[in-house]
């Protein structure tokens, strides 16, 4: 069994680094949109609004329901025959953040589910307006509800960034892979890009645990 080669780890990591950089910055474009999607989605589900509730469900349904490698094939592929042509980059950005959505806007209606109907009583008697309650009362008690699966999904936006080396975009896995196939080293490159995932999973894991604990203190006493 050959031995792992460890300078050749070396030798690769400037490469490995660039398309770590790729797998970021894409993640974050989608993070931050999906996020955005998710809470607006979620009230459009939660606003009693038949047409719109059954638009954003229909929606919700159809990316958990069909494969997110067929998803990115679509848009890719698909759209450019329906006069929508956009770059690998921005398939990819846009791939990532209609499936990170769809699981944001139920991280969210989950959140808002749990807001007890007494704190619109508990705001009315304090003489806050509707729109002063949903900012400042119902939002933030949401996202804090919400903030575990929500986090959950961040990893998983990360992680499903990897897909996007099907379209051509040259993020961490599509940097392994293109070095596989000249190289021949399959060990090294799998074993590094596992490491570098782990590594930001666990970055994103401690920083929303931190978030979390900084958020409980109002609600524990400490």
């Not at 990316?63 to 998803?71: E, K, S």
């Not at 846009?94 to 959505?101: E, Q, R």
Request: include cysteine; charge should be positive.
């Amino acid at each position: 069994m050959p031995a792992m080669n460890f300078t050749y780890i070396l030798e690769a990591l400037p490469d490995l680094l660039s398309g770590l950089k790729m797998t970021l910055i894409v993640s974050f474009l989608a993070i931050l949109l999906s996020c955005l999607i998710g809470v607006l989605g979620a009230i459009l589900r939660t606003s009693g609004i038949k047409p719109l509730q059954y638009a954003v469900t229909a929606y919700v349904e159809f990316i958990r329901g069909t494969p997110y490698l067929v998803q990115i094939f679509f848009i890719f592929y698909g759209l450019p025959s329906l006069g929508l042509r956009f770059s690998i980059f921005w398939s990819g950005v846009i791939a990532l953040t209609a499936w990170a959505s769809a699981f944001q806007i139920e991280n969210f209606r989950a959140g808002l589910a749990a807001v007890g109907s007494g704190m619109h009583d508990a705001s009315a008697s304090l003489g806050l307006k509707r729109w002063q309650h949903s900012v400042f009362v119902v939002l933030p008690l949401a996202a804090r509800a919400a903030l575990p699966s929500s986090m959950n999904t961040i990893v998983a936006t990360v992680k499903n960034s990897a897909y996007l080396q099907a379209i051509g975009l040259v993020e961490l896995t599509f940097v392994a892979v293109d070095r596989i196939a000249y190289d021949f080293r399959a060990i090294e490159m799998f074993a590094s890009i596992c490491v570098i995932y782990l590594i930001c999973v666990f970055s994103i894991s401690g920083l929303g645990y931190m978030v979390e604990r900084r958020l409980s203190r109002p609600f524990g006493g400490r």
